[in-house]
């Protein structure tokens, strides 16, 4: 049975796989740099839903690659 997926100080666990911070803070960078490109606008009061996302889209990708390299001989 897989590992839940947990937040620890060192950033995420995705079955056991470890996320670190330094990764999320790049995502979190990108994502927040695409909003304010876009909407020409600053988006500090956004940070938390952005940190989110990017906590997000991680654990997919995460998922996904650790389920085709379990599936893909």
Do not use: H, W
């Amino acid at each position: 049975m897989p590992e839940p997926i947990t937040s620890e100080s060192m950033g995420l666990i995705v079955n056991g796989e470890p996320i670190p911070d330094a990764l999320i803070q790049e995502e979190f960078g990108q994502i927040k740099s695409y909003y304010e490109r876009t909407t020409q606008v600053s988006c500090c009061d956004r940070d938390d839903e952005f940190l989110e996302k990017a906590k997000s889209n991680l654990v997919g990708r995460a998922l996904v690659t650790q389920e085709a390299l379990r599936t893909v001989p």
